[in-house]
């Protein structure tokens, strides 16, 4: 089992930055890949970003690319999403997820936190 901690969500005005913050905790020995998935109300659930264990491969939303940075840090167990740019459009609450392939975690990952509200205004 893995859990998974966020941090780093709020309000912000259009064209501002927040980084988010993923902890893991728990079977952390093993090689998950992490990464982001967000709600809208009123929506479905949509992959961010995400990325290997390694760190050297990523992957973006296109709705995303050029404005977000997601990144790891192996030796604390934690995933970042830096979020610059931003749009009223990204308000949503945004989950941190975890599992052993990179497909899994942007479809349908085993291990989600908790969720982080971000609220863009315009």
């Known amino acids: 089992q893995v859990q998974l901690v966020e941090a780093g969500g709020g309000l912000v005005q259009a064209g501002g930055s927040l980084r988010l913050s993923c902890a893991a905790s728990?079977?952390?020995?093993?090689?998950?890949?992490m990464g982001w998935l967000r709600q809208a109300p009123g929506k479905e659930r949509e992959f961010v970003a995400a990325?290997?264990?390694?760190?050297?491969?990523?992957y973006y939303a296109d709705s995303v690319k050029g404005r977000f940075t997601i990144s790891r840090d192996n030796a604390k167990n934690t995933v970042y999403l830096q979020m610059n740019m931003l749009k009223p459009e990204d308000t949503a609450v945004y989950y941190c997820?975890?599992?052993?392939?990179?497909?899994?975690?942007?479809?349908?990952?085993?291990?989600w936190g908790q969720g982080t509200q971000v609220t863009v205004s315009s």
């Open positions: 728990g079977r952390t020995e093993k090689r998950y890949a």
């Open positions: 997820a975890a599992d052993s392939t990179i497909v899994l975690v942007t479809t349908t990952p085993s291990y």
């Open positions: 990325v290997t264990w390694s760190g050297v491969n990523t």
